[in-house]
């Protein structure tokens, strides 16, 4: 299953490797502030889950790695040195690729052409130039077999492909053009039990290939999952940042089911 | 989880067995043009048995004619709606290109040359206008080449009115460059007993061209996925902006090339001509099964959109009936064709159970 990601990853990558460093940083948006003094390391070789309700500033943070939105407060590191994007082409460039739960592929799109996109084969660099479409049809078949998924036929569209297939195949896709950081919006959130399966384990088979990986989620049971490291973010700040050691599952549940809140909310309601 | 790192990938092969190869059926009808190409037999066998007239090679070379040029402009017009946008100016700016030559040359006595290249540019720089503010302000192309198309058509009939005196071009036969030009845009060309109108040679290439080009190269793959999923699209890199514009200009090209017909052809044009017929363009291209939404579509069917209105247009007369009854027809086939093809698509791209 991890064949792609263990042909395509880096081999310069060695696990530990700090990739991305955020250090105090901070996003306002106008007079409001959506993130504040956010500490995140993102390691080779380690899954960062970030947790959050919604509007507790996943979005934002994943758009100030990816490149989308550019941080006001604090640095952001790459490879140890400070970076401010402008564009997600720039975070590509730096090896960070983003896959985003609604944005992943197009689906009136043939498989092998999604899987392509933006990175086509041709036989030269004139845009008139023949796609090598048998190549392409047969590396996207074969690097998705490696996976496990089997597409009835790699010329329909991918539209047709479950959700979680499609989540596959788009992660797949970073991997296989080179990606050393991934950030996995959401990758879970509209997938039943099986197809969540699938997702995490090839989650769980890129962090074994030594690629750092940013799982964002609002789902505990599956952050637990696969994740070395915790953020719990609310109201744009960390509330909690702990090894996979040091916290439960239980309690990563509490403190995303409203944590301190939620005993004060049922002290109240227990008074009237 | 660490432990499926280690697995062989022999239980991918295993699954080959839920591979099927989906029928002949099932693979014609994933594509979009058939739809027209049921409609365009069944249209064809129509005038054939209630027009005689209609029953000969001359009538088909003239049914080709009037495709081609609804299909030149609708090449066009139908990679940008592949491309998710929308052209409403197409129309008018075929005239504008045209009148631009006749009066810039007629006015200044310069070799048509000129004139015709100087116009291509103007048209060329209406396509980028287009596409500089749909993608700058992000208002929907409808409302941004209505905009144009009502300048356009204001701008027609003003300057035209201004340096002319009338709404009509000078007649341009006389000038210098006309034969060559007229060679190229408006000529026939003897086929055995037959006369082939050199604008069904040209739409025909162009056609082939586009279908290369959206199914071989990257550009195409690019248009199809603007038009899919633009947001995608730029995720993965693909630079969005550029194909948008890219496409708008595409259409002022093909609409500068039978601006040019128009003009080479009558040698004087109308300042008030092409109204209307950007609508047209439109229908051809989603009776040929291009997505009014975008990311689907291909030349083919745009190409068989074109013919369809071409023998419509035609076999009306050739059936000796009223001809100002064209459009009520043209406007059946329309919803004809698009609840067709969203019965098709859905057919197709139902999931299927392998």
Not at chain 2, 323 to 344: E, I, K, T
Request: a neutral charge; glycine letters at 12%.
């Amino acid at each position: 299953m991890t064949d792609t990601i263990a042909e395509h990853a880096d081999s310069q990558l060695s696990a530990g490797e700090p990739l991305v460093e955020m250090v105090d940083v901070g996003k306002s948006y106008g007079a409001i502030r959506a993130l504040k003094g956010i500490n995140l390391t993102v390691k080779a070789g380690e899954v960062t889950g970030v947790l959050g309700d919604n509007g507790a500033g996943k979005s934002t943070l994943i758009k100030i790695i990816s490149g989308l939105h550019g941080h006001t407060e604090g640095q952001l590191k790459v490879d140890g040195e400070e970076v401010q994007f402008t564009s997600p082409r720039q975070a590509l460039q730096h090896g960070i690729a983003t896959v985003y739960q609604d944005l992943a592929v197009v689906s009136l799109m043939e498989v092998w052409r999604n899987f392509f996109l933006g990175a086509e084969l041709t036989g030269s660099k004139f845009p008139m130039a023949p796609l090598k479409s048998k190549e392409m049809k047969r590396i996207a078949d074969e690097e998705l077999r490696k996976m496990g998924i089997v597409v009835k036929d790699i010329d329909q569209p991918i539209g047709e492909l479950s959700g979680g297939q499609r989540q596959c195949v788009a992660i797949a896709r970073a991997v296989y053009f080179g990606a050393r950081v991934l950030i996995l919006d959401e990758p879970t959130a509209a997938l039943g039990v099986k197809q969540s399966g699938v997702v995490l384990k090839y989650t769980a088979a890129a962090r074994d290939a030594g690629l750092g990986v940013v799982f964002i989620t609002h789902n505990p049971h599956h952050a637990h999952l696969v994740s070395n490291h915790f953020v719990i973010l609310k109201l744009g700040q960390a509330v909690l940042d702990k090894k996979r050691d040091e916290v439960s599952l239980d309690e990563l549940t509490r403190q995303m089911a409203g944590g301190d809140e939620l005993t004060e909310l049922s002290h109240e309601l227990k008074r009237s | 989880m660490t432990q499926t790192s280690e697995k062989p990938t022999m239980g991918a092969h295993a699954e080959t067995g839920n591979r099927v190869k989906l029928g002949l059926s099932n693979r014609l009808l994933a594509r979009p043009e058939i739809g027209a190409l049921v409609a365009a037999i069944a249209i064809g066998i129509f005038f054939i048995a209630v027009a005689p007239a209609f029953r000969s090679v001359d009538s088909l070379l003239t049914v080709l004619y009037a495709s081609s040029t609804i299909g030149i402009v609708a090449v066009g017009v139908g990679m940008l709606m592949i491309g998710g946008e929308f052209d409403l100016s197409a129309g008018v700016a075929v005239t504008a290109a045209g009148l631009f030559n006749a009066m810039f040359c007629y006015q200044l006595g310069i070799n048509l040359w000129v004139g015709a290249a100087l116009s291509l540019v103007f048209a060329l720089c209406v396509g980028f206008l287009n596409g500089f503010l749909v993608m700058r302000t992000g208002i929907p192309s409808f409302l941004i080449t209505l905009g144009t198309f009502f300048v356009l058509q204001g701008c027609n009939l003003g300057i035209t009115k201004i340096v002319t005196g009338t709404v009509s071009t000078p007649n341009i036969n006389q000038m210098d460059g006309y034969g060559a030009l007229n060679a190229i845009f408006a000529s026939r060309i003897d086929v055995g007993a037959f006369r082939i109108s050199i604008t069904v040679l040209w739409w025909l290439a162009f056609v082939a061209l586009a279908a290369y080009v959206l199914q071989r190269t990257k550009v195409g793959n690019w248009i199809y996925a603007v038009g899919g999923n633009a947001a995608s699209a730029r995720a993965v890199g693909v630079p969005v902006t550029r194909v948008k514009v890219g496409l708008f200009m595409t259409v002022s090209f093909f609409g500068w090339f039978l601006g040019m017909h128009l003009l080479y052809r009558f040698n004087t044009l109308q300042a008030g001509n092409g109204i209307g017929q950007e609508f047209l363009y439109i229908v051809a291209a989603v009776v040929g099964g291009t997505l009014l939404t975008g990311g689907y579509g291909n030349a083919i069917g745009v190409a068989i959109g074109a013919f369809i209105f071409g023998m419509t247009n035609q076999g009306i007369v050739y059936a000796g009936w009223d001809p100002d009854w064209f459009r009520a027809f043209l406007g059946v086939m329309l919803l004809l064709a698009v609840s067709v093809n969203l019965y098709v698509k859905k057919l197709s791209t139902a999931r299927k159970v392998g």
